[in-house]
C-alpha cells in the first residue's frame, strides 16, 4: 500500500462521514464503515469490536472475516491480539499475528487466513468503547501513516458511538451509551439515601462535528481559541490575591498552553482532516492514556493539568461553557470529579446528595456534605463519564453504592428503604421533647455538631441539648483571604443567637492535614495528619488565634462562652492556649467591651498521649471532649484517609474501650467534665457503649440524634456493661457481637 498524503487521509475521513450521515439502522452503518476502513487501506479485512459490558468485547461489524461471526464471536478484556489493545489503550502492528504474544485463534472467524494485524483502541477521552482492526493475507507491518490513519478514524467512530450512530439495528449493533442502568461501588462520605436527578458539575462537552472540510478555517480556529486560553491565564496568574502554590498550578498551565509541540500536534490532526475539537479531544484521550500509564506522581499531576487545560480550550472552542442553558433539575444530585467546599456551599441545601469520583472521608467536600447533612459518595470511578444531566440516580449513602439509570425493581426497594428511614425520622421526632433516659435512669446529653449557620435550625429540629462541636474553619476555608475579625464576631454572634441560649462550644481553627488553606503556605510534609495542624498552627501564628479569640468574646456579648482547642497533645499546649483566651478577655474588658458572664475553656483529646497528662491539666481544664476520629486512628495507628485501612479497626474493640474508661476514670477523679465527639457518637450501638462505659455527654450529627435517644431509652446501662465485661472476661476482641445479641434478646 502507498504511503497516505494528507488529503488522502482528509477524503478517508470525508467518506466515513458521508457514510454516517445516510440514514439507516446501526447495525448498516457499521457494516459500511468496515467496508469503506478495509477498501481505503486495501486490507482484506475491517473489523469492529465493541465492549459488551465492561469487561466483554463482541464483534459488532467486519468486512472479511465470516458474517455468522457477528455477535457471536466474543472475548474478555485483555484475551487474545483485541483484549490486549482495549486493556492497554495501545495500538498493535505486527506482520504475524500467529505468532505474537497473546494471540487467540477464533476459528469461527476465518482469520487464520491473515497474517499481518493492525488494532487500534476506540476511545474517547479516556472512555474506551472498542478496537478497530484491519488484516492482510500479506506478512507486513503497517507503516506509522496507517496507523495514524486508523487511530483517526477510530476516534471519530468513538464521536460518533457517543452520539448514537449506531445504535438499533439487527441483533442490536449497540446499545445505546448513556442507557444503560449502572451500578458503582464505591465510598460511603457521608450516611444517608437520596432519589433525584443528575446535575452535571461540569457538563461533558459534546462534539458534533469531528470531520472538517477546510483544514485551514479549523486551524484558525484551534489558533485563536489557544491564544484566547493564553490570555485567560496570563490575566489570572496578573491577580494579586494568588499565593505561591496557585502560582505554580498556573504557570504549570501556562507552560503547557504555550507548548509548541502541543499546539503543532493538534494542527497536524486538522490537517489530517479532524475538526479543531477532535484535535483537542484526540489529544487529550491521548494524554489520557499516558497518565494511566504513568506510575509518578508528580507526571500524573501534571497530565491532569493537560487534561484540565484541553476542557478549557474545549469549552471555548464550543462555546459550551458552565452554564449550558440547561436548569436545574427537581431534587438534584451533584456528579463531579472532585469539587471545592466553596462551590459546594454555593449550591447549598438544594442538592440532595453528592457522588465524587475523586476525594476522601476527610476532604473539604466531605466536611461540607456533613454540615449540610446531605448524603456523599466518593470514589465512584467513571461516574462523570456515564452520567448526564437530568439522569434517574439512586445514591445509598450508608452503603456506597449509587445506582444510575436505575430499573424500576431497584427503584421500588430504595424507595421503600427511604421510606422505613422517614417512617423511623417521624418516630424519633416524637422523642424530640424527652431526655436520652435509659430504663437504669441515667440521663445521657446529647449534643449536634455543627459548621454552618444552616445548621443551628436543626438544634431544635433534632432535640439535641446544644451544640458540641462548632467547627470554625469552614468560613476559612471557603475565602480566598483571611476573613476580618468583624466578620467572624458577627457570624459568632448569629450562631448563639440561633442556639437560644443553648450551650454552643467553639473549636478554635482546626487546619492542616486534610483541611489546607489558600491562604496560609502549608509545609511539604511526609505525614500531614501527625504534623503541623490544628492547635499547633494557632500557637505559631498567635495573632490568627489572637483574632479568632477576640471574635469569640467579642460575638458572646455579655453571654456566656465555651471555647475548645483542637489536638492538644500535652499540658503545656492547653496552658499556652488558654492563656491566650485569659489575656484577651483582660484586654477586652479594659477596653471597656463586655466579657462573657461565664468562660469554659476545655481540650479536644485526640490522641493517647493526653490521657497520661498529670493530674493538674484534668484540674486546670474546664472540660475534656474526646475527639473520637482523630483518636481511633492514632490509637490504631490507621490513616483515617486510608482505604485500605480506616475500616480495619472497630471501635468496640476492648482494648479501645479499656482506654476509654481510663479517660472517664481520670476526668471522674478531677471531677472534669468529659464528652464523645465524632461519628461514632452517632451510631445508636457505639453510643450505647460510650454511655454504658461511663461518657454522659455524646455530640453527633443532627440526624443522629434520634436513632441514638431511640435505642438509650430502651437499655438499661448497667446491663450493658455487664455485656461489655463479661466479653472481655472471654477474650473477645471487640464487644459488638456481644452487644448486638444482648440487644437482640431484649427485643430492640
Not at 90 to 118: C, H, I, W
Not at 435 to 451: D, E, F, V, Y
Not at 498 to 526: C, N, Q
Request: proline share 4%; aromatic share 6%; glycine share 8%.
Amino acid at each position: 500500500m502507498t504511503e497516505r498524503t494528507e488529503s488522502e487521509s482528509r477524503k478517508l475521513l470525508r467518506r466515513l462521514r458521508d457514510v454516517l450521515s445516510v440514514s439507516g439502522e446501526g447495525q448498516d452503518r457499521l457494516d459500511r464503515i468496515t467496508h469503506l476502513i478495509a477498501d481505503s487501506m486495501g486490507t482484506e479485512v475491517c473489523s469492529i469490536y465493541l465492549f459488551r459490558d465492561p469487561e466483554t468485547l463482541e464483534l459488532c461489524a467486519t468486512e472479511g472475516l465470516k458474517k455468522e461471526a457477528v455477535h457471536q464471536t466474543r472475548m474478555k478484556l485483555g484475551e487474545g491480539l483485541v483484549g490486549r489493545v482495549a486493556r492497554s489503550g495501545q495500538p498493535v502492528n505486527t506482520a504475524d499475528a500467529p505468532s505474537e504474544k497473546g494471540f487467540r485463534y477464533m476459528p469461527e472467524t476465518g482469520e487464520e487466513l491473515f497474517s499481518s494485524f493492525l488494532g487500534v483502541p476506540i476511545q474517547r477521552v479516556g472512555e474506551k468503547l472498542g478496537v478497530l482492526v484491519v488484516q492482510s493475507k500479506t506478512a507486513r507491518q503497517f507503516s506509522e501513516d496507517e496507523i495514524y490513519a486508523l487511530d483517526v478514524v477510530a476516534m471519530v467512530v468513538a464521536e460518533m458511538t457517543e452520539l448514537g450512530a449506531f445504535v438499533g439495528g439487527e441483533d442490536g449493533a449497540m446499545r445505546a451509551l448513556h442507557k444503560q442502568p449502572v451500578m458503582f461501588r464505591a465510598t460511603s462520605g457521608q450516611e444517608g439515601a437520596a432519589e433525584g436527578r443528575v446535575w452535571l458539575h461540569e457538563p461533558r462537552v459534546v462534539i458534533t462535528n469531528p470531520v472538517a472540510d477546510d483544514p485551514l478555517t479549523e486551524i484558525d480556529r484551534i489558533r485563536g481559541a489557544v491564544g484566547e486560553l493564553r490570555v485567560s491565564i496570563d490575566d489570572l496568574l496578573a491577580a494579586q490575591q494568588l499565593d505561591k502554590d496557585q502560582k505554580q498550578v498556573l504557570e504549570a498551565y501556562r507552560m503547557f498552553a504555550h507548548s509548541r509541540g502541543w499546539l503543532r500536534r493538534m494542527e497536524e490532526d486538522i490537517m489530517r482532516g479532524l475538526s479543531a475539537e477532535a484535535a483537542v479531544e484526540k489529544e487529550q484521550s491521548a494524554a489520557r492514556a499516558r497518565m494511566e500509564q504513568v506510575p509518578d506522581q508528580y507526571l500524573r499531576e501534571r497530565l491532569q493539568d493537560l487534561d484540565d487545560l484541553s476542557n478549557r480550550l474545549l469549552r471555548i472552542l464550543t462555546g459550551q461553557g458552565q452554564d449550558t442553558g440547561a436548569e436545574m433539575p427537581d431534587n438534584p444530585i451533584l456528579i463531579a470529579r472532585n469539587i471545592g467546599p466553596g462551590e459546594l456551599l454555593d449550591y447549598g441545601r438544594k442538592l440532595k446528595g453528592v457522588v465524587l469520583e475523586e476525594g476522601s472521608v476527610g476532604s473539604h467536600a466531605a466536611i461540607v456534605a456533613r454540615a449540610l447533612a446531605i448524603p456523599l459518595v466518593i470514589n465512584a470511578s467513571r461516574v462523570v463519564a456515564e452520567a448526564l444531566n437530568g439522569d434517574h440516580i439512586l445514591v445509598d449513602g450508608d452503603q456506597g453504592i449509587v445506582h444510575l439509570r436505575p430499573e424500576e425493581t431497584i427503584a421500588r426497594a430504595f424507595r421503600d428503604k427511604i421510606a422505613m428511614q422517614a417512617e423511623a425520622q417521624k418516630r424519633y421526632a416524637s422523642l424530640r421533647s424527652l431526655p436520652a433516659t435509659t430504663l437504669c435512669g441515667t440521663t445521657i446529653s446529647l449534643h449536634m455538631n455543627a459548621g454552618l449557620m444552616a445548621d443551628l435550625p436543626s438544634l431544635e429540629g433534632s432535640g439535641a441539648d446544644g451544640v458540641g462541636l462548632f467547627r470554625t474553619e469552614l468560613q476559612f476555608l471557603i475565602r480566598s483571604k483571611m476573613p476580618q475579625r468583624a466578620e467572624l464576631a458577627k457570624l459568632y454572634a448569629r450562631v448563639m443567637d440561633a442556639a437560644k441560649g443553648k450551650r454552643v462550644a467553639f473549636r478554635t481553627l482546626d487546619i492542616g492535614s486534610d483541611k489546607v488553606l489558600p491562604y496560609i503556605k502549608a509545609p511539604e510534609e511526609p505525614n500531614p495528619a501527625m504534623g503541623w495542624r490544628a492547635v499547633r498552627v494557632g500557637l505559631d501564628k498567635p495573632g490568627v488565634l489572637r483574632m479568632q479569640v477576640q471574635a469569640l468574646i467579642r460575638a458572646a456579648n455579655g453571654r456566656p462562652l465555651t471555647v475548645m482547642f483542637p489536638l492538644i497533645t500535652e499540658m503545656s499546649e492547653f496552658q499556652q492556649a488558654r492563656s491566650y483566651v485569659l489575656r484577651e478577655l483582660h484586654r477586652e474588658k479594659s477596653l471597656g467591651h463586655p466579657v462573657p458572664s461565664k468562660v469554659e475553656i476545655g481540650a479536644m483529646m485526640e490522641t493517647p498521649s493526653l490521657a497520661y497528662a498529670p493530674k493538674a491539666f484534668f484540674e486546670l481544664t474546664d472540660f475534656i471532649s474526646v475527639g473520637g476520629n482523630d483518636l481511633k486512628q492514632f490509637f490504631f495507628a490507621a490513616d483515617r484517609e486510608n482505604e485500605l485501612v480506616r475500616r480495619r479497626y472497630d471501635t468496640l474493640n476492648l482494648t479501645f474501650l479499656a482506654f476509654l474508661e481510663q479517660v472517664v476514670a481520670r476526668c471522674a477523679e478531677a471531677g472534669t467534665t468529659l464528652s464523645f465527639c465524632g461519628e461514632d457518637a452517632g451510631r445508636p450501638i457505639e453510643a450505647l457503649a460510650l454511655a454504658a462505659i461511663g461518657f454522659r455527654t455524646l455530640s453527633m450529627r443532627p440526624a443522629s440524634v434520634g436513632p441514638v435517644k431511640a435505642l438509650l431509652r430502651k437499655i438499661d446501662l448497667t446491663e450493658a456493661r455487664t455485656v461489655i465485661d463479661k466479653a472481655r472476661a472471654e477474650g473477645a476482641e471487640t464487644a459488638r457481637p456481644a452487644l448486638m445479641d444482648w440487644l437482640a434478646s431484649q427485643g430492640v
